[in-house]
């Protein structure tokens, strides 16, 4: 079977209509317009390329082949196959190409030159970084971190080296909780069930990563990962073996700054079942409200300061407003700041007194 790209030109300053059909080798399964040049995927892994709007197509299947062929020092024909075509969204001439493969392909200028990359291993998890829009942030695989005495340098599964003085291993954590299994509750996140004092039992406390409590919001037991956590529940664990009853009312709290950007969060939004956004995505100013059965757990924020502090210290005093009258825009996040500012001493800052200057 023969399959056809029907490109439909309308001439609207001519009035006339102007049908091109070209011949390709399978179903269309992706295109992309970057001005008048046109990129497009078959079913088969084939890229087809237009500089003229589609009037007259290139087949580039021979130039991504002998490409790979240069990274892999493969004759195996299957190196050249396309699975997926995927513009930036900062910048319509960045195209990166995955293969079936390790192989992927990168295009600064919309498929004019391409360069082939050895991954390492299949590209299945990457994006596009939201503000340098050369860069595409993807896993190569890590083989060994290699020096001697320290580290000087990153092995990669595709056979190059990165030079390092340095190296933040970010590969997520499992609780030990070897020792507690037969003696105490293990709950299903993997963490030691505790009450709202962390007491897991009589005389037994658990506090940090290993601590599955309860959240103040909705009493289910979360497990939370994170330095500010883990130093305020050992600071409420010790007033409770101290003999200081004190329950654990803190809403978990994270930011992170990638350049000009600061993304922040509140609370534990599992289980949510619809967002709320007040702002604007595209400029990345804005406040997410995460909620479930109409009421918000948590929240995430970009470029707005101090909505993180407002909203977690609603959710804390439980004065947080309603999904419904976020969402029709009843109150916003100046109003949700009244309302904290109106609990006056109960606020609770890090340093007393300064409630009014922190919000």
Same mark, same amino acid.
């Given at each position: 079977?023969?399959?056809?790209?029907?490109?439909?030109?309308?001439?609207?300053?001519?009035?006339?209509?102007?049908?091109?059909?070209?011949?390709?080798?399978?179903?269309?399964?992706?295109?992309?317009?970057?001005?008048?040049?046109?990129?497009?995927?078959?079913?088969?892994?084939?890229?087809?390329?237009?500089?003229?709007?589609?009037?007259?197509?290139?087949?580039?299947?021979?130039?991504?082949?002998?490409?790979?062929?240069?990274?892999?020092?493969?004759?195996?024909?299957?190196?050249?196959?396309?699975?997926?075509?995927?513009?930036?969204?900062?910048?319509?001439?960045?195209?990166?190409?995955?293969?079936?493969?390790?192989?992927?392909?990168?295009?600064?200028?919309?498929?004019?030159?391409?360069?082939?990359?050895?991954?390492?291993?299949?590209?299945?998890?990457?994006?596009?970084?939201?503000?340098?829009?050369?860069?595409?942030?993807?896993?190569?695989?890590?083989?060994?971190?290699?020096?001697?005495? !320290?580290?000087? *340098?990153?092995?990669?599964?595709? #056979?190059?080296?990165?030079?390092? =003085?340095? /190296? $933040?291993?970010?590969?997520?954590?499992?609780?030990?909780?070897?020792?507690?299994?037969?003696?105490?509750?293990?709950?299903?996140?993997?963490?030691?069930?505790?009450?709202?004092?962390?007491?897991?039992?009589?005389?037994?406390?658990?506090?940090?990563?290993?601590?599955?409590?309860?959240?103040?919001?909705?009493?289910?037991?979360?497990?939370?990962?994170?330095?500010?956590?883990?130093?305020?529940?050992?600071?409420?664990?010790?007033?409770?073996?101290?003999?200081?009853?004190?329950?654990?009312?803190?809403?978990?709290?994270?930011?992170?700054? !990638?350049?000009? *950007?600061?993304?922040?969060?509140? #609370?534990?939004?599992?289980?949510? =079942?619809? /967002? $709320?956004?007040?702002?604007?995505?595209?400029?990345?100013?804005?406040?997410?409200?995460?909620?479930?059965?109409?009421?918000?757990?948590?929240?995430?924020?970009?470029?707005?300061?101090?909505?993180?502090?407002?909203?977690?210290?609603?959710?804390?005093?439980?004065?947080?407003?309603?999904?419904?009258?976020?969402?029709?825009?009843?109150?916003?996040?100046?109003?949700?700041?009244?309302?904290?500012?109106?609990?006056?001493?109960?606020?609770?800052?890090?340093?007393?007194?300064?409630?009014?200057?922190?919000?």
């Amino acid at each position: 079977m023969r399959h056809i790209i029907l490109l439909l030109i309308i001439q609207c300053f001519a009035s006339n209509i102007d049908v091109q059909i070209s011949y390709i080798d399978a179903p269309l399964i992706n295109i992309h317009w970057c001005s008048d040049t046109v990129l497009a995927l078959t079913s088969k892994g084939s890229v087809y390329r237009s500089d003229d709007r589609g009037r007259q197509w290139t087949k580039m299947s021979e130039i991504f082949h002998r490409k790979a062929l240069i990274q892999l020092e493969d004759s195996d024909e299957r190196v050249g196959i396309v699975n997926n075509l995927v513009p930036s969204p900062v910048d319509k001439s960045l195209v990166l190409f995955t293969g079936t493969d390790q192989i992927a392909w990168i295009s600064l200028d919309c498929g004019k030159t391409i360069t082939a990359v050895n991954a390492g291993k299949q590209l299945r998890e990457y994006q596009f970084h939201p503000l340098e829009k050369d860069w595409i942030i993807a896993s190569a695989g890590v083989k060994r971190i290699g020096g001697v005495g !320290q580290v000087q *340098r990153v092995d990669l599964l595709n #056979g190059k080296s990165l030079q390092a =003085d340095l /190296v $933040i291993l970010g590969t997520g954590i499992q609780p030990n909780n070897k020792l507690a299994k037969d003696q105490l509750k293990i709950s299903p996140n993997g963490g030691i069930e505790t009450d709202v004092f962390l007491k897991a039992a009589k005389n037994v406390y658990a506090s940090g990563d290993i601590s599955s409590y309860p959240y103040w919001v909705t009493g289910e037991h979360v497990r939370i990962e994170h330095q500010n956590e883990a130093v305020r529940q050992g600071y409420v664990a010790a007033l409770n073996i101290l003999g200081r009853p004190t329950p654990l009312t803190d809403v978990p709290f994270f930011w992170t700054r !990638q350049w000009d *950007r600061t993304l922040a969060y509140s #609370g534990v939004g599992q289980g949510f =079942d619809e /967002v $709320i956004v007040d702002g604007d995505l595209s400029q990345q100013k804005f406040v997410a409200y995460y909620a479930r059965k109409g009421r918000v757990v948590a929240s995430a924020s970009m470029n707005t300061p101090n909505a993180q502090m407002i909203i977690s210290e609603a959710l804390r005093l439980n004065v947080m407003p309603s999904a419904e009258d976020l969402k029709e825009k009843k109150v916003n996040l100046d109003d949700i700041k009244k309302i904290v500012l109106s609990k006056g001493s109960s606020c609770h800052c890090k340093r007393a007194g300064q409630c009014q200057s922190q919000l």
